[in-house]
């Protein structure tokens, strides 16, 4: 229209131009087009030099859900022919990430909470105080916006106990659900992208009759009142350039300054709600809360420690302490005192404690023998495993190739990869019960060369015709010498007579 608007008024093509930027030709197609009652024509659009590489690019903007870098794509696109530069790739990436993005982008809906429902909680690092770094314990009431920063030495079970009941009793109930991150204290791992609970806090949750929630792994959004909390109590907390707190002298300063935190925040008009934080806890959500139950967990077993599930041992303090081998795999608490360490385990009778210790120095464990159980019988004797089809070939002919494969090892014999293959040949040619025989007893007099066995087959298994007993092999920790009476018609049959005739029969299969 501006440009019809300016052909009106100065009836030229080239001042039309002039005033609206653009070229005397696209004057002139407009008022064709006007005068000829046709509709405005359009600006067609050039070809690109990346057009015949579009599907490659969208699909690795796909696979790479929109993170691949120019200079990959280009580097790819180099690869299958592409003549243009490297700026004509990065328009053209632009421009699939930016249609990528629209696509995929995260909708955040509004969320109204009920009162009495959410509590979410979350940790933050706290100041150094005696050289140690501290954790701040953040929760927040979804509801009326009540904040509690509460100071701990660590994040083990009994210090997230200890944080939670008295998060309970300073709200004066307990909320329906509680959110938080997967940490190991609430989360042991991910199954099919199912989150595994840790059995104690799932007891915790059912002392308090409440139930744990966890938020998406490495989303933090989905659990952002808590992390807004988080943020707000660090920057007024801790120790910064930009806020100039002087450091805590001792824990208990610490402690003072997070309850004088939390009586500001809790008394200021909250910006969301346009109400007192405090005032509505007490008004209206603290009525929907669930009663505190009279007994807390109590944190008094001290930590936990998870007992390996190869080694009954735990670690408190930097020394090892053994527990019971019963426990391996399973949870336990540890505390000490001044001259002991006691472990306590939590089973379905209640806790009952296990093991008491002298307290020990690092590098010297202490260990009570009654926890380990005895070694078993022939703990260092090799177990015979095939690894290979050759392998399995010559296994497979009995237990006196095992015993022979064990033997000829043990004495250190030559090549024995070499006789294992011509003991399978030959057990193709005479039987497999034969040759397996032969070997047993080759293994059980030390003769270990090819000729030791052609020689024992045809022999009739190396033992006095006289024998009137014939022993059988059943295993491979009892062997004896073979009778010969398996061997009484050997001589009658056209195979072979002599060990020149074995080995022509062997050479020839």
Request: proline share 6%; net charge neutral.
């Amino acid at each position: 229209m501006e440009i019809l608007a300016a052909y009106d008024l100065t009836r030229s093509y080239r001042d039309a131009a002039k005033i609206c930027g653009v070229s005397h030709n696209t004057v002139r197609s407009y008022v064709k087009a006007r005068q000829e009652g046709a509709q405005a024509p359009v600006a067609r659009r050039r070809g690109r030099m990346t057009d015949p590489f579009l599907p490659q690019m969208a699909s690795w903007v796909e696979q790479s859900r929109g993170k691949i870098r120019g200079d990959v794509v280009h580097e790819k696109l180099l690869a299958l022919g592409f003549t243009g530069c490297e700026r004509s790739t990065r328009t053209t990436l632009a421009e699939l990430k930016a249609k990528y993005r629209a696509r995929n982008v995260r909708v955040h809906r509004p969320w109204t909470p009920e009162p009495g429902l959410w509590l979410q909680y979350d940790y933050g690092d706290g100041p150094v105080v005696d050289g140690v770094k501290t954790v701040l314990f953040v929760a927040w009431l979804a509801f009326s916006r009540f904040r509690i920063v509460i100071a701990l030495r660590d994040k083990t079970m009994p210090s997230v106990f200890a944080a939670l009941d008295r998060s309970f009793r300073l709200i004066g109930g307990v909320p329906t659900y509680i959110l938080t991150d997967n940490e190991k204290t609430v989360t042991v791992e991910h199954v099919a992208g199912i989150p595994v609970r840790n059995h104690q806090i799932v007891a915790f949750a059912r002392h308090y009759s409440t139930s744990l929630q966890t938020c998406l792994p490495a989303d933090p959004a989905s659990k952002g009142g808590a992390e807004n909390a988080v943020k707000i109590a660090k920057a007024d907390l801790v120790p910064q350039d930009t806020n100039l707190l002087p450091k805590y002298g001792s824990f208990a300063e610490l402690d003072a300054a997070c309850e004088a935190f939390m009586e500001d925040v809790n008394s200021r008009v909250h910006r969301a709600t346009l109400e007192i934080p405090k005032d509505m806890l007490r008004v209206l959500e603290r009525p929907r809360l669930h009663p505190i139950p009279a007994t807390p967990v109590t944190a008094s077993f001290g930590q936990t420690r998870q007992v390996p599930p190869n080694t009954p041992m735990v670690t408190f303090e930097q020394s090892r302490y053994s527990v019971p081998h019963t426990l391996m795999g399973q949870m336990v608490w540890v505390r000490g005192t001044e001259t002991e360490v006691v472990i306590v385990h939590v089973g379905d009778t209640g806790p009952i404690e296990v093991a008491r210790h002298k307290l020990t120095r690092p590098g010297t464990p202490a260990i009570i023998d009654t926890h380990f159980p005895p070694a078993p019988a022939g703990a260092l004797e090799r177990v015979i495993r095939p690894t290979n089809k050759a392998e399995e070939e010559f296994l497979a002919l009995g237990a006196g190739a095992a015993l022979w494969l064990k033997e000829a090892a043990a004495a250190g014999t030559q090549k024995i990869r070499h006789k294992m293959e011509r003991a399978v040949t030959l057990a193709k040619v005479l039987g497999t019960d034969e040759v397996d025989k032969g070997l047993g007893a080759a293994a059980v007099h030390q003769r270990f060369t090819h000729e030791d066995l052609l020689s024992i087959v045809n022999t009739g298994g190396g033992a006095r015709q006289n024998t009137s007993t014939t022993h059988t092999v059943t295993d491979q920790g009892q062997w004896l010498s073979q009778g010969t009476s398996g061997w009484a018609n050997f001589g009658t049959t056209p195979a072979a007579t002599s060990d020149e005739d074995f080995e022509g029969a062997i050479d020839e299969h």
